[in-house]
């Protein structure tokens, strides 16, 4: 969905760097989400976001962290990447009057050397 | 939230309608079924949603048991771009919980 856009979409860096990964919507949602996704599995929740003053964690928050700049903005960081964060990366909106339904950046892919 | 169970994978003739289940035994009286797919490495895609009623859209029909203990997701004309994974979840709408994406059902369809 061209509304949710992902920078970038593309990353390989080494071991124990600082890593961020930002998502911008112009959908005009309050809500936003970051998911994970290893190869051959489902997506996995790691933090989420109901609005600017609102930061959630997900099930799998360990090794991340999050910043929710702007209602558009909501970036995830991983503050020393290790080669198990290796993953596609997804970033999601939802609008709470409107049963929640999420809608999908179009990811980005961290490799971790 | 309910969770789902999916066969792993299914395959359709294109051109035919791709009947794919999902079992929620488990649903509560205020838990929506949402359908998405997910087409080779891209972002998830919301295809519909439903309580009780049957609901239909520009890309699907969704059929749920009286009982609301199983859905089918119907794609009446399946062409070779449904071919993805597709996901049942079940959630209380509106609570802000995580949807539950599991492993779907990787759909094949075949010229």
């Known amino acids: 969905d061209a509304d949710v856009t992902q920078t970038p979409r593309n990353r390989i860096t080494k071991t124990g760097k600082r890593i961020m990964l930002e998502c911008s919507q112009t959908k005009g949602h309050d809500r936003m989400y970051w998911y994970r996704q290893d190869p051959g599995l489902g997506l996995q929740l790691i933090y989420y976001?109901?609005?600017?003053?609102?930061?959630n964690k997900g099930e799998i928050s360990d090794g991340y962290s999050v910043s929710r700049q702007a209602q558009a903005k909501f970036s995830l960081s991983l503050e020393s990447a290790i080669p198990n964060q290796t993953a596609l990366y997804f970033c999601?909106?939802?609008?709470?009057?409107?049963?929640?339904?999420?809608?999908f950046g179009p990811g980005t892919r961290l490799t971790v050397l | 939230d309910a969770k789902t169970t999916q066969p792993p994978s299914m395959d359709c003739a294109e051109g035919r309608a791709a009947n794919l289940p999902c079992n929620h035994s488990t649903i509560s009286g205020n838990e929506y079924v949402y359908w998405y797919r997910q087409i080779h490495s891209q972002g998830p895609q919301y295809i519909i949603h439903?309580?009780?009623n049957n609901e239909t859209n520009e890309m699907a029909s969704l059929i749920i048991t009286e009982d609301r203990k199983s859905s089918t997701l119907i794609l009446p004309h399946a062409t070779l771009r449904d071919t993805a994974v597709y996901y049942c979840i079940v959630r209380v709408s509106n609570t802000g919980n995580q949807f539950y994406f599991g492993t779907g059902t990787s759909l094949t369809v075949i010229p």
């Open positions: 999601a909106t939802s609008d709470s009057e409107l049963l929640d339904t999420q809608y």
């Open positions: 439903g309580l009780k």
């Open positions: 976001s109901f609005d600017v003053k609102d930061i």
